[in-house]
C-alpha cells in the first residue's frame, strides 16, 4: 500500500488514522462481500465567536465528521451511504447500506475510480498552529470591534463579526491501494461595520483575513479596510441611469467569474446548463489579453488542498490562454467522456460534482494587458468603480449569461471620487469578456483568487429612481 500525503500530514493525527482506518475497511468489506469501495471524510473541531459592543454575543465550539462511503456491486452500479461514525459498527453499517442501495444505482452515471487517485501529490507549505482559547478569541475581537468603532464617529456598530479557527483532515480511501490524508489549520476574522450620519442613510463597509493560525491574522490590516471601505461610502449621491466604463475591483471580478464558472464546468455541460459546449475548446470567449488558470495551489490559496474527492491530486490549470478556452474542469466520469484525464476538481458522490478552486485571472503572457486601451480612456468621461457585488445568489443567470447585480462602488469624474447611494449593474458575461479594456495595478490576493482591477467599457447602469 503507497500512502501519498502532502506536507504536515501525518498518520498520527489523533483524529484520523488513515493506514488504520483503511485496514478496517478492508477487513469489514471483505466480510460483507463487498470487492470494490472508496471512502471521502472530512473531519473538523471548530471554535468561533461573535461580538456586539464589547459585550459576547456569541461563544461556539463543534467537532464535525461528514464520511461518504461509495460501493460498486457486480454490474458496476453505485450506491452511496453517508455516516459520521467512524468506529467499527458505524463503518460496517455504512458499508452495507451503500451495498444494499447499489441495486437501485443508476445505470447512467457510473463513476469509478479515479486513475489519478495514487499519482504523487504536490507539497504544500501549510504550518499546523495550536488553536487558541476561546476566551482568547473573544478578548481579540473585542479589541478589533473597539478599534473599528474608535475611527469614525459615525460608526456606531459592528453589527456583522467573527473570529474563527479550524483544526481539520481530510481523507480519501479505496478499495485499489489509495490513501490521502490531510491535515490543516485554518483561521479567518471578518468585520463589517455600519456608519450613519444624521439625516443620511446608513452606510456599511467590510473586510475579511485568512490565515492558518489566529495569531498570524493580518488584524490591523482588517480594521483599515473595514474603517476605509466604510467611511468612504458616507458621501453619497446618486447616479444617472446609463451606459458606463467600469473598473471592477478584483473581490468584484473574481465574484463575477466565479458565478459563471459553469462555462468551465465540464459537468454543467454534459448536464446542458453551461453556456459551452463540446466544441468550445479552441474557440475565443474573451479578449486577447486575459488568462484565467484555476490554480487551488497558489501560496496565496489558505486552506489549499492537496487532492480532491476522488483522490485525484490538484494542479494548475489553464482554463483561458489568450482569451481562448483550453481546459474544463473535470472529475474521473466527465474526464471519461470526454477522452482525458482528471483535472482534480471533483467532489463525491453517486453523481460526482465538479468545482473550481482557486481562480488566477492574469494578463496573457507576451501581451500589454490592455494597456493601450486603458490609454484611451484617460477622457474625463466618467467611471464606475465597483467595489463589491450582492444577490449573486439571485441576479446571475449563468446558464443564459446575463446578470443584474446590486453593487458598492464610486462614481469617478474629472479626478473627483463619490459614494453611488445604490445602483444596479447588468450585462451578458460573454458580452462583458469580449469587452475588457485592460488591467491595472498589481494583481491582489483575495480568498477566492488573484486579480488585478478589470476595466470593461459599456456597462449598463440602473441609478435608484
Known amino acids: ?121 504536490a507539497t504544500l507549505e501549510q504550518p499546523i498552529h495550536r488553536p ?33 479557527q479550524r483544526s481539520s483532515d481530510r481523507l480519501y480511501l479505496n478499495s485499489d491501494g489509495a490513501c490521502r490524508h490531510q491535515q490543516l489549520t485554518t483561521a479567518s476574522i471578518y468585520l463589517y461595520a455600519r456608519a450613519e450620519e444624521t439625516g443620511r442613510k446608513p452606510r456599511s463597509g467590510g473586510a475579511v483575513r485568512l490565515a492558518y493560525g489566529a495569531s498570524d491574522l493580518d488584524i490591523a490590516g482588517c480594521i483599515d479596510e473595514a474603517a476605509e471601505r466604510t467611511i468612504s461610502h458616507l458621501d453619497y449621491a446618486p447616479i444617472d441611469t446609463g451606459h458606463y466604463t467600469c473598473v471592477f475591483s478584483p473581490e468584484a471580478f473574481l465574484d463575477l467569474v466565479g458565478a459563471f464558472s459553469s462555462l468551465f464546468n465540464a459537468r454543467a455541460i454534459l448536464d446542458g446548463v453551461s453556456l459551452s459546449s463540446r466544441e468550445s475548446l479552441g474557440q475565443q470567449l474573451a479578449a486577447p489579453f486575459l488568462s484565467i488558470h484555476d490554480n487551488g495551489l497558489n501560496p496565496g490559496n489558505v486552506g489549499a488542498s492537496a487532492f480532491d474527492g476522488e483522490g485525484t491530486p490538484t494542479k494548475p490549470l489553464a482554463l483561458l490562454e489568450g482569451g481562448v478556452i483550453q481546459h474544463f474542469l473535470h472529475s474521473e466520469a466527465t474526464a471519461r467522456a470526454f477522452g482525458v484525464s482528471p483535472t482534480g476538481h471533483a467532489g463525491m458522490g453517486s453523481k460526482v460534482s465538479v468545482g473550481p478552486d482557486w481562480f488566477e485571472i492574469s494578463a496573457t503572457p507576451g501581451s500589454d494587458g490592455g494597456q493601450q486601451g486603458l490609454n484611451h480612456l ?88
Open 1 to 121: 500500500m503507497d500512502i501519498q500525503s502532502s506536507a504536515q500530514v501525518g498518520t498520527n493525527s489523533k483524529s484520523l488514522n488513515p493506514i488504520q482506518l483503511r485496514g478496517r475497511l478492508e477487513e469489514l468489506a471483505r466480510s460483507a462481500g463487498i470487492h470494490q469501495w472508496d471512502l471521502g471524510a472530512s473531519c473538523s473541531t471548530d471554535t468561533s465567536v461573535q461580538v456586539d459592543r464589547g459585550e459576547a454575543k456569541q461563544m461556539k465550539g463543534a467537532q464535525r465528521s461528514a464520511i461518504t462511503v461509495r460501493v460498486w456491486n457486480g454490474d458496476g452500479l453505485v450506491g452511496v451511504t453517508s455516516t459520521s461514525d467512524l468506529s467499527g459498527p458505524g463503518l460496517a453499517k455504512a458499508l452495507e447500506g451503500a451495498r444494499d442501495a447499489s441495486a437501485f444505482g443508476n445505470a447512467d452515471e457510473t463513476p469509478a475510480f479515479s486513475p489519478l487517485a495514487t499519482a504523487p501529490l
Open 132 to 164: 487558541q482559547s476561546i476566551l482568547d478569541l473573544l478578548a481579540t475581537l473585542k479589541d478589533a470591534e473597539r478599534q473599528l468603532l474608535d475611527r469614525h464617529q459615525a460608526i456606531g456598530t459592528v453589527p456583522y463579526n467573527g473570529l474563527a
Open 378 to 465: 484617460g477622457d474625463g468621461s466618467p467611471l464606475v468603480l465597483i467595489e463589491s457585488l450582492s444577490a449573486l445568489h439571485a441576479g446571475v443567470k449563468a446558464s443564459q449569461g446575463s446578470f443584474s447585480l446590486p453593487f458598492d462602488g464610486w462614481l469617478i469624474q474629472n479626478g473627483h471620487r463619490r459614494s453611488i447611494e445604490a445602483a444596479t449593474v447588468a450585462g451578458d458575461i460573454r458580452t462583458l469578456l469580449k469587452g475588457l479594456v485592460g488591467f491595472e495595478g498589481a494583481a491582489k490576493v483575495t480568498p477566492d483568487g488573484l486579480s488585478p482591477h478589470v476595466w470593461v467599457d459599456g456597462l449598463s447602469i440602473t441609478g435608484e429612481a
